[in-house]
């Protein structure tokens, strides 16, 4: 290499020799380079790999799973977390006709053969109409949904063209019950009841895989519908409603609307019957409003002494105007006298004593004039007379005429008188164990005890004695109100309602039973009004609901009635 | 290159190669463990559905109205009285007994019943019980009401749960 060190002349022949030998030292040097750099990748590609397996892959694949089980709808259930809604993948029947992939005929048998195994399976199903469906050679869907038992039978046909795939699908797995509750959901969006009031909710991939669990009970709610249904045949109803409230909570137990639709099947019959009679329907719910304007009159202390009477015999003429009452029961009538026999004279005179405007702020404390509260989006409007209020509907607003509000604002409303008087907004969500809106006081706790004995004497000694279930000290009141229709009320088309409250000696639960334009049948003993259809059911239902919801039958207790007894000329019991 | 050089060389080689041996044999082994955990989870989704689909089948043939429809025709059975609940541990104290030899300290509770009326059933629900129908089945006496509650009452001893009603002291 010395040769390079000292400059000297080179010679031609030299030239090209020293130039290869240095273009093979830099190949040499590259080729070196390249193969260092190769290694190096090579290791720091085992090690990132290294580092990937040990640290990242393991994440998803645990995720994949939750993602697969996430529900695509939250589910609902009742307050127990028996499932109510439920979204899951379903079985459907599809025809494809193009399974056998071999140009030939769809179906291995004949389309009447196959069409008769069907119809054997699925008795609803057509054969003669199947048949023509499979002969068509049109893809499509047989049937939305197949029981699992009854895919295995399909898979038994053995005909590849008769396809299952599993599809998401909303399930209410009790049927109709509670289905204004629920609602129903297509296409995704959930519709009428709590499916369309939590459908953000129930949707949301963060919140959907906790089930919400909504305030009823289903076998509560099973035996109010199971009862409003028998009553609603007994009497020949159009329609049937009933609500049970925790007068402490202000949780729906059951709310029930009759006729019901089906959310598994949506038809244009279900859609026709999606109003909801407890929450969106109003109605003048009569004699069921004394109990809230004698309420009015002991807090306002216009009652101060309950032996105190009013005359009752003679109708109150307010122009041309008359109050009447069906029956005179005497000349005259104290405060429970009027409450058992449910005298409008006597109420619309203690109406007029407490005066226009404390009744209709009374009123308006028991949210009369405002949409009920509850989650749900049908919520009727309340028929309130606005402006101050004249002395004649002042008094016909004392006995539930010329007001109209729904039955969920009437059970609010008693809940308020009998739990020592504080109104809470109704709810359909389940409150935690001890937790209760704090409400807002309408009812001084004194005028709320009272009430609890009239009411109670009511349904010992009056017009309730028909819902009086031993053991259960049952209290609440009728209320028959004529169903307004052209050029007045029409005399022989009633709303029959028992609004009613129990135990008495401490109450716990509200229960309103309502009927639409009962009739007079054998079962009512031709009577329409309350007493003989609504009353029986509340008589039936509270034993079967009682228990269930912590209330015993007990014979040997009773609320304190030693005070006012001999007010209506009973001894105590 | 010298000799020695050579076979560093060559050695260098050989441990790579051994080397990604065995890294491909963990990189293998690592892939298959991989795609086991992931059947393992597709099965357990798949069975998960399954089960989910076989709970609403359960609860779908078991709700509340199909209930109240069997039990209106088969058992009917109606709401308790007052006089089926017992109030308090000290109504339950009055029907103990001393029950078992020696000092036990298992209490049991007992009620002489001499003429235990029927289980509250409703009239026209035994007609449809289809009691007859069990007997042509299996041969078996029919299972009366009456023949159990004569069978508790002649062994002295009546579970607290069949008393329905007609406890008496």
Redesign the interface.
Known sequence: MNSFAAPRPLTPARVPLVDRRRHALFTAQVRVLLFGGA?VLLAAA?LM?LAW?GVV?PAP?TT??AD??LPIRAELTDRNG??LA?A???YALWYNPQALEDGGSPLVKSPQSVAQELAAIFPDMDAQDLAKRLASGKSGYLRRRV??EDANKVMEIGELALELP?ETDR?Y?????AAHVLGYVQDGQGYVGMEAALNDRLANPAQRGQPVALSID??V???L??ELNRGMRMVDAVGAAGVVLDVHTGEVMAMASLPEFDPNHMDQEGQSRVFNKVTNQVYELGSTFKPLTVAAALDAGVITDLSRRWQANRPLAMGRFRIKDTKVYGATLNAPQAMIHSSNIVTAQIADEVGPARMKQVMGNLGFNERPYIELPARGFPIWPSGEWPRLRNMTISYGHGIAVTPLHLASAYAAMVNGGVWRPATLLKLPEGEAPRGRRVFKESTSAQMNKILRMIALYGTGRHADA??FRVGGKTGSAEKPGAGGYRRTTLVSTFASAFPMDDPQYVVIIMYDEPKGTVASSYQRTAAWNAAPTVKRLV??I??LLGV????TREIDLASVAHLVGKSEK | MTPQAQLRRIGWIAL?AVLTGF?LML?FK?QAV?SE??RA?RR??SL??EK??????F??RA???Q??AWNQVDFGYV????AQ?L?GERQLAALGVSGLPGSSPILMAKATVDDMPALPVEADVEDVAGRVLAVAETGEAPRDLRLATATLASSGRVPLAALAGATTE
Do not use: K
């Not at chain 1, 797995?173 to 019950?177: K, S």
């Not at chain 1, 015993?552 to 014979?555: H, K, R």
């Not at chain 2, 989910?52 to 089948?57: I, R, W």
């Open positions: 290694f085992a790999r397996l892959q694949s994949s799973m697969a089980l028996v499932t439920r899951f993948p379903a029981l699992p599993r399930h797995p009790q049927g109709q019950l289903s076998r709610q099973g035996a519908e199971d031993p053991g034993p079967r009682g228990p015993y039958p007990d014979e | 790579l890294y990189h690592v991989h955990v992931v989870e357990i989704v998960e559905q989910l689909l076989l709970a609403t089948e609860e779908t709700n509340q109205m209930l109240a709401a308790p009285t007052a609940f109030e």
